[in-house]
């Protein structure tokens, strides 16, 4: 049986909960999907259905065993360009390799799961802002104008985070399980008791 996806779960990074404010203060006035998505990095999307989950995290436990904790800076606003007057403003994770290796590697558990890596450009590690509709030149005039006012944010991932979301009207995802890097004992703390033990909430 061909293997399942759907657009209601992804696997994604996602920063401490502490440094959302300047990055949804940005999302909010320009992003369309601010509502259903928290400020993340994406890495597997589409993923597996809820159904399979009790077979995906023994996998995705395995694999993150063997992972070590690093750091990330915010710094770079850019743009990906999606026509000549439709835009997506992002803020480059740097370094971008720690990022890229860990989705080789999910790709290795998950080899259908390669929606993200499916562009000309290949894997893009990215933390979307929003949408800008308008010349090239006026996006790239507007997110320079961001890179002016903006504080570089510093954090350091020590696991990933399964989302899911419901259907319409109760479709905002949310994080139903953790998966740290390394020994548990790596993992943040207040992840740690909210996910009771790493396990599906």
Wanted: positive net charge; contains cysteine.
């Amino acid at each position: 049986m061909r293997p399942r996806k759907t657009h209601t779960t992804a696997l994604v990074l996602i920063p401490p909960e502490e440094l959302w404010e300047p990055i949804q203060a940005l999302r909010r006035q320009y992003d369309r999907k601010v509502r259903r998505w928290m400020p993340h990095i994406t890495l597997l999307y589409p993923f597996r259905p809820r159904d399979l989950f009790p077979e995906v995290l023994p996998l995705l436990r395995a694999a993150c065993a063997r992972l070590r904790p690093f750091s990330l800076q915010l710094r770079e606003f850019r743009l990906f360009h999606h026509g000549p007057r439709s835009h997506t403003i992002w803020l480059a994770p740097e370094p971008a390799e720690p990022i890229c290796e860990l989705h080789r590697r999910l790709l290795e558990l998950f080899p259908d799961c390669h929606d993200q890596s499916r562009y000309p450009s290949g894997f893009t590690p990215h933390l979307s802002i929003g949408q800008y509709r308008g010349p090239r030149q006026a996006a790239e005039r507007f997110c320079a104008s961001l890179r002016r006012q903006w504080q570089p944010l510093r954090f350091a991932v020590s696991g990933v985070v399964l989302i899911a979301r419901n259907d319409p009207p109760d479709d905002i995802f949310e994080p139903v399980a953790y998966i740290p890097f390394g020994s548990r004992e790596a993992a943040p703390e207040e992840l740690c008791e909210r996910f009771d033990n790493g396990d599906v909430l």
